[in-house]
């Protein structure tokens, strides 16, 4: 899959992407800055995670997104056309889950999903029982369909409103922490769901504090800290691009770290009996060889690559801790 | 956008579903009833006491000879109160209640235009409030039919028309006092957008008509009465005379659609720049 690689700060809108912020910058009117110059671009086909600990501006993002808040500086664009401008044509191709779902609750589910779909105007009114049945059905929510919301359990909320972001085929979804309040089985469900979207084709913007979800479903991440983005890009070039780290051991370890400093290494320090050094654009093969040259007894050669969490960690500071 | 594409074709789905949301909603049922109890109560009133020696209501005494007088004696009795308050809980409830629940990020995200969701919500309203208006009336007919009977209509101006043009009379009574009430209509929808809580909405809406009332009533200010919007209320009484003295009823219509305007002005102007973050 060719995917256009997102940079932030390029000019240039990418070739495809179906999400795309430039300088996205919300301040409210206390002049707390919820979301700071933004640069989100989201490739077409992408399963884009958001990731970022509660407050980062996740949910102040989607919200400008969509046209419910207006941005205080910056620009955004869905499916190539401008937001809010072109919301009347874009947003129908746009399912959307926002800050959990919300029905109303003397209501039932399906007469929820009737509502829903009666407020977009350029679904054909002739289908929409068929179309509210068959988002019930992908959900798993047909024989709860008849039942008044207040009495669903909060998962089955969370699925009616999956539903609803589901009433037609779209082109982009933008799920707000689309697992919270499932259960273990119902957060699997709703995970194989999105894959099975993504596979159909349509583009996935999931906003979540979950690692482990981006790690299981995503192809795609942007890691906000306190309204900042700070990395963006494929997965696996995200998790990549911080540094690895080169650990040896030895029973001489400043020999073997004077060999790494030699070859150009930076961050090189001996930690007790082993020497370490940020990886960088070496290759592991060649210090070993180069390290047994230079006779350094190595027992044990590492290369320490950070795991989505030490990467969410490093970028985010104090990780899961509210930062205001 | 133009006004006549404010509401197209296309929007009459959300206009429906948003008339069965207002018109099943078991606490607007509710109060329906409680607006069909004021004729039953005061019909049965009369009948057991019989009319009285002349203090109340003009029509009061004369619901004894004809059932018909239920009908504007039952409105005279809802219009400063009940009728209002009614509207007052619907339309505060309008947006605030969307907001409150979280579905106005939905159907804004649907999308429905802010503008079209204004005019969609106010629709609703105006409907709401000519059900209950003619509920009462409705009731009015019905009760006063089966505990005096219906007969010619003697006029306030004393002419005497029968039965069918009567019934035109009082269906056009019914419609102005609705017209009347499309005011609080339009206030409730501007104050709807203002906060995320509907009771207070609803309060506010319901305290501002009866201020209004109240500065009605006092004397002194009476350079201003004319320009109040509960002033006309009860010139319907104008349809009831031969002829019909047109003057007051389109002064009370006029002074409604402006009011409509400004408020309606005032909701479209929050509401276009609101940020939504319930």
């Known amino acids: 899959m060719s995917l ?5 700060h390029s000019t240039a ?24 110059d933004l640069d989100l671009e989201v490739p077409a086909g992408a399963v884009y995670g958001f990731l970022g600990p509660n407050g980062s501006g996740k949910t102040t993002t989607i919200r400008m997104l969509l046209g419910l808040v207006a941005p205080t500086a910056g620009r955004s664009w869905l499916l190539g056309q401008p937001m809010p401008g072109a919301a009347a044509s874009v947003l129908p191709r746009v399912g ?4 959990g779902p919300a029905f109303h609750p003397y209501l039932s589910g399906r007469d929820n999903l009737r509502r829903a779909d009666a407020a977009d105007r350029t679904a054909e009114a002739s289908s929409s ?11 798993g929510l047909a024989n709860a369909a008849g039942k008044r919301y207040r009495v669903y359990s909060l998962g089955m909320r969370q699925r009616l409103g999956l539903a609803a972001a589901m009433l037609r085929p779209r082109d982009l979804l933008v799920l707000d922490e689309p697992t919270n309040g499932l259960d273990p089985q119902g957060t699997r469900e709703v995970r194989s769901l999105v894959r099975e979207l993504a596979a159909e084709g349509t583009t996935v913007f999931v906003s979540t504090h979950l690692l482990a979800e981006v790690e299981q479903i995503c192809s795609h991440v ?11 890009g494929p997965l696996a070039e995200v998790t990549g691009a911080t540094a690895s780290r080169v650990r040896v051991h030895s029973r001489q370890p400043g020999d073997a770290a004077a060999v790494l400093h030699r070859l150009g290494l930076t961050g090189v320090a001996v930690e007790g009996d082993r020497a370490v050094a940020d990886l960088g654009a070496a290759v592991p093969e060649q210090l070993v060889a180069a390290l047994v040259r230079a006779d350094v007894a190595v027992e044990q050669f590492v290369v320490d690559s950070p795991t989505l969490e030490d990467l969410f960690v490093a970028l985010t500071g104090e990780g899961f801790d509210v930062e205001r | 956008m133009s006004s006549a594409d ?28 409680v607006l069909a109890l004021a004729p039953t109560l005061i019909g049965v009133a009369i009948k057991l006491s019989g009319p009285g020696d002349g ?10 000879e004809n059932g018909l007088f239920l009908v504007f004696t039952a409105l005279v009795a809802t219009l400063p109160v009940f009728l209002p308050l009614a509207v007052s809980v619907v339309s505060g409830e309008s947006v605030a209640g969307e907001a409150s629940t979280g579905t106005l990020r939905y159907l804004l995200a649907a999308p429905v235009h802010r503008t079209r969701l204004l005019a969609v919500k106010l629709v609703a309203i105006v409907v709401y409030a000519l059900v209950a208006t003619l509920t009462v009336a409705a009731v009015g007919l019905i009760v006063g039919g089966v505990l005096f009977g219906l007969g010619d209509l003697t006029l306030l101006s004393g002419t005497t028309i029968g039965v069918g043009p009567a019934l035109v009379r009082a269906l056009l009574v019914a419609l102005y006092v609705a017209a009347m009430l499309t005011t609080v209509a339009a206030l409730g929808l501007f104050v709807s957008t203002l906060t ?29 009465h004319d320009w109040l919007f509960t002033h006309d209320w009860l010139a319907f009484g104008e349809l009831l005379r031969d002829p019909v003295s047109v003057g007051p009823l389109l002064h009370g219509l006029a002074v409604q659609a402006g009011y409509v305007a400004v408020f309606s002005a005032l909701a479209w102007a929050r509401m276009a720049t609101k940020d939504v973050t319930s």
């Open chain 1, 4 to 8: 256009t690689e997102a940079r932030p």
């Open chain 1, 13 to 36: 809108v990418g070739m495809g992407a179906q999400l795309v912020t430039r300088g996205l910058t919300k301040r409210f009117r206390g002049g707390q800055v919820a979301v700071d």
């Open chain 1, 96 to 99: 959307s889950l926002v800050e």
């Open chain 1, 129 to 139: 029982a068929r179309r509210v049945d068959t988002a019930l059905e992908r959900v």
């Open chain 1, 222 to 232: 942007g890691v906000m800290s306190v309204g900042r983005l700070v990395a963006q």
């Open chain 2, 6 to 33: 404010l509401l197209s074709r296309n929007d009459l789905r959300l206009v429906r579903s948003e008339l069965r949301l207002v018109l099943t909603r078991r606490r607007n049922i509710a109060m329906l009833v």
């Open chain 2, 55 to 64: 203090e109340g209501p003009s029509f009061l005494a004369s619901i004894t």
């Open chain 2, 196 to 224: 995320e809580v509907p009771l207070a909405a609803m309060s506010a809406t319901a305290i501002t008509v009866v201020v209004v009332e109240i500065l009605d009533a006092v004397p002194q200010l009476s350079a201003v």
